[in-house]
């Protein structure tokens, strides 16, 4: 496998300045060994001190039963499901599949158009809020959200992206994303969907790194 490496920034809360990163285009097995040592120890940490604490289990991570080693299994090879990674200071710091051909537009103005659609993104669990605070990095979201839209536009798709989000994700994909909301799904496990149509993609380059 070729892995393309691009240089990106994040932003070091702790440190309160831009950190230098990279953006691979790939899940790569360097990705699910940081998954399985990294991350998993700490998310299991976390989730013991929202229990210890008393935090509903609805509050506690969406995405934590997620198994990213078989997500990569079932899709590896598959060239319709690319894989972006970031990483920094040497470890994965957040993971992103798409898929480029089985979904359509929704938004009527962009009714049955070709769109990259999300299959699953994660942040490690140290760069989550909800998780850690204040949490080692931000600004990994937006980094693979900017993969998806570049994506779109190789494949001619003029940016569009789509995705089911997570409840917890809701407030990133409408307000810093700029997404179009279109309501819950109900034929998707009741999650709301979200859509980008080429000129909230526009909007949302030229904003940047800003919040």
């Not at 953006?23 to 097995?29: G, I, M, P, R, Y």
Request: aromatic letters at 10%.
């Amino acid at each position: 496998m070729t892995v393309t490496v691009s240089p990106v920034y994040l932003f070091d809360v702790q440190r309160g300045e831009a950190a230098a990163a990279e953006l691979w285009d790939a899940v790569t097995e360097r990705q699910l060994a940081d998954w399985e040592a990294e991350w998993l120890p700490e998310l299991f940490n976390a989730i013991q001190r929202l229990h210890r604490a008393g935090v509903e289990r609805r509050l506690w991570p969406q995405s934590r039963q997620w198994n990213w080693r078989r997500k990569v299994q079932v899709l590896q090879g598959v060239l319709a499901h690319p894989g972006f990674s970031v990483v920094c200071e040497n470890v994965t710091q957040g993971m992103m599949i798409v898929d480029t051909t089985t979904k359509r537009c929704r938004i009527e103005s962009q009714k049955g158009q070709h769109l990259v659609y999300v299959e699953f993104v994660a942040n490690a669990p140290w760069n989550r809020p909800e998780l850690v605070s204040p949490p080692r990095f931000r600004g990994i979201g937006s980094v693979l959200i900017r993969a998806a839209i570049a994506l779109s536009q190789e494949e001619e798709f003029k940016g569009r992206i789509g995705l089911h989000s997570l409840p917890q994700a809701n407030s990133f994909y409408a307000n810093t994303c700029g997404m179009t909301d279109l309501g819950v799904d109900p034929n998707y496990e009741g999650l709301r969907y979200f859509e980008m149509t080429p000129e909230q993609a526009e909007a949302f380059i030229a904003k940047g790194n800003q919040p």
